[in-house]
């Protein structure tokens, strides 16, 4: 066999005939493997993946085999094409690692800003209830409740000023508190 031309030894191998097949594995598979190896970094498990490969395609292929050019530029052409595609599928795994390290970022982000947003609400409710008493009732009124200065004043039957004055005194402790909590948190 290993005096027979490359167009003999494809004949015999789409006849089935093993020794065919054996002699093509063993002429061309170093010189695939090193295509291989070097257009893949020198992945050499990878490399020999795809050599295998092709040489597995031809066996079952063999029946139906039509190879137009020699069987070396045919091998050539079928390594290119393993080469590019194992690079491709490199690519959409690492763009899926990469998306995947992303969300768990984002996750572990979200979680972090809930428990400061948390944190944060637990440390205005602690200054809010901190007021005096009449002061706390206009600031919850006109925060939380909704009310308008003009309302509050008269659900509270204050004049419009002492409520301003109430808003006014709350604000400053609240963003004065919060001011020192945010300074030592960061």
């Known amino acids: ?9 494809v004949k015999l191998l789409q006849r089935g005939n093993d020794a065919a097949f054996t002699e093509i594995y063993h002429r061309y598979w170093n010189r695939l493997f090193s295509v291989a190896a070097n257009k893949l970094n ?9 050599v295998q490969d092709i040489f597995l395609d031809l066996w079952h292929r063999r029946e139906i085999l039509d190879i137009r050019v020699s069987l070396s530029l045919y ?19 690492a763009a899926y690692t990469e998306n995947l390290a992303a969300q768990a970022t984002i996750g572990d982000t979200s979680t972090e800003k809930q428990i400061s947003f948390d944190e944060l609400q637990h440390e205005l409710s602690a200054l809010v209830s901190s ?43 609240l963003r004065l508190g919060l001011k020192n909590f945010l300074t030592h948190i960061f």
Request: aromatic share 4%.
């Open 1 to 9: 066999m290993q005096k027979l031309d490359d167009d003999t030894l």
């Open 42 to 50: 020198y992945d050499l498990k990878l490399a020999e993946e795809l």
């Open 75 to 93: 091998l050539a052409a079928a390594m290119k094409y393993k080469v590019i595609d194992a690079r491709l599928k490199k690519k959409r795994i």
């Open 131 to 173: 007021l005096p008493e009449k002061c706390q009732l206009v600031y919850k009124l006109s925060r939380e409740a909704g009310y308008s200065q003009k309302e509050i004043a008269h659900h509270l039957s204050i004049s419009e000023k002492t409520v301003e004055s109430h808003l006014a005194r709350a604000v400053k402790t």
